[in-house]
């Protein structure tokens, strides 16, 4: 969210002079989409809380079905698209809310990579407890306070309990402290730096 308020208005600034005043709807539209997580979020679980919105966002394995993002379905954007091809008005909201899915598509693809790395480099196995099988997935120990970073060297493998301690605040002991983020690059002093990923 902080990092698509970052872009978007870094390339609403670009285009502002292509645009003029049409690159506000695109802006807004960019970083609006996401309310559709909220909404959703108040339909199922009919809560207003938006911290607790955000906590079941930040679990390990947010709910990530088309439901929670239906702004961001392709349908919705092509519906948009073919509104905004015959009404001018809609283009800046189909331009905003296409920039945005083309970040989050971008994101999505650089964090799998990272992901996958760190599993490999890891050999599969938490790197917490040294419990090893298919369950061991990647955490992400570090986050940058602006522009998400997808080096492997920023993940960490964990397997589901580890890494649900992970989200909850403290992970457990190191069994093998050595072994933790053995990986180029990645300093073993933020391990214990379990913030959510
Ligand atoms: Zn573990
Ligand atoms: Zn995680």
Redesign the pocket.
């Known amino acids: 969210m902080r990092d698509h308020v970052a872009l978007s208005t870094a390339g609403a600034a670009v285009l502002a002079p292509l645009l003029g005043w049409q690159v506000l709807p695109a802006w807004a539209a960019s970083i609006l989409i996401d309310v559709d997580h909220y909404l959703w979020f108040l339909a199922r679980r009919r809560r207003l809380s938006p911290r607790a919105a955000i906590r079941l966002f930040n679990q390990p394995d947010p709910p990530g079905q088309w439901g929670t993002r239906s702004l961001h379905h392709p349908a919705a954007l092509l519906a948009v698209g073919l509104v905004a091809a015959r009404l001018r008005r809609l283009r800046p909201l189909a331009l905003g809310m296409g920039f945005h899915v083309a970040l989050d598509t971008y994101h999505r693809r650089q964090l799998r990579a990272g992901r996958e790395e760190a599993l490999r480099r890891a050999g599969h196995s ?6 090893q099988g298919e369950d ?1 997935g990647a955490h992400q120990w570090r986050q940058r306070l602006l522009l998400p970073s997808h080096r492997a060297g920023e993940f960490i493998a ?6 649900r ?1 992970a989200h909850e605040g403290g992970l ?1 002991p190191a069994r093998r402290a050595g072994a933790a983020v053995s990986g180029k690059g990645g300093g073993s002093a933020g391990v214990t730096d379990g913030r959510p990923g």
């Open positions: 938490c790197q917490r407890c040294g419990h061991v964990l397997c589901p309990t580890c890494h301690a457990p």
